[in-house]
């Protein structure tokens, strides 16, 4: 299925207890990140259905919070996904669906640098997970 996700995602509430980003007026609503779910390794996950869209008609498929920031870290969009932790999820409950998630990405050409995102952005939380479920390397 086809969806917004990214920075467009992020800024558009969503089914989770997140913060989101929030800074709407900010974003060019004319050139919303779209992707296509079944080029994903996480398929249909964390994709809501029936979303407006500022400046646009009709119902829209989005990523929620957890899988907008997956997908930033897919394309290696560290910069916008800075935060992640405190920032735009700011709730420990999902920390271990996130942690099993981005794990599904150890096989990405640019796994080294997720790695090290995720080690900032969690710290400890994440060294623990990558030690229990033998992500080290």
Same mark, same amino acid.
């Given at each position: 299925?086809?969806?917004?996700?990214?920075?467009?995602?992020?800024?558009?509430?969503? %089914? /989770?207890?997140?913060? @989101? #980003?929030?800074?709407?007026?900010?974003?060019?609503? &004319?050139?919303?990140?779209?992707?296509?779910?079944?080029?994903?390794?996480?398929?249909?996950?964390?994709i809501e259905s029936n979303h407006d869209i500022p400046g646009h008609?009709?119902?829209?498929?989005?990523?929620?919070?957890?899988?907008?920031?997956? %997908? /930033?870290?897919?394309? @290696? #969009?560290?910069?916008?996904?800075?935060?992640?932790? &405190?920032?735009?999820?700011?709730?420990?409950?999902?920390?271990?669906?996130?942690?099993?998630?981005?794990?599904?990405?150890?096989?990405?050409?640019?796994?080294?640098?997720?790695?090290?995102?995720?080690?900032?952005?969690?710290?400890?939380?994440?060294?623990?997970?990558?030690?229990?479920?033998?992500?080290?390397?």
């Open positions: 299925m086809i969806y917004i996700t990214g920075i467009h995602a992020l800024n558009l509430p969503c %089914d /989770l207890i997140t913060c @989101g #980003d929030w800074h709407q007026s900010a974003l060019r609503w &004319e050139k919303i990140t779209f992707r296509e779910s079944e080029d994903s390794i996480f398929k249909d996950y964390g008609d009709g119902k829209y498929f989005v990523a929620n919070t957890i899988r907008a920031l997956l %997908d /930033l870290l897919d394309e @290696g #969009d560290f910069s916008n996904a800075q935060g992640m932790n &405190e920032d735009f999820i700011c709730n420990p409950f999902y920390d271990q669906e996130v942690f099993e998630k981005v794990s599904m990405l150890r096989n990405n050409d640019n796994w080294k640098e997720i790695d090290e995102f995720m080690g900032k952005e969690y710290l400890m939380k994440w060294l623990r997970f990558k030690k229990d479920n033998e992500l080290m390397y």
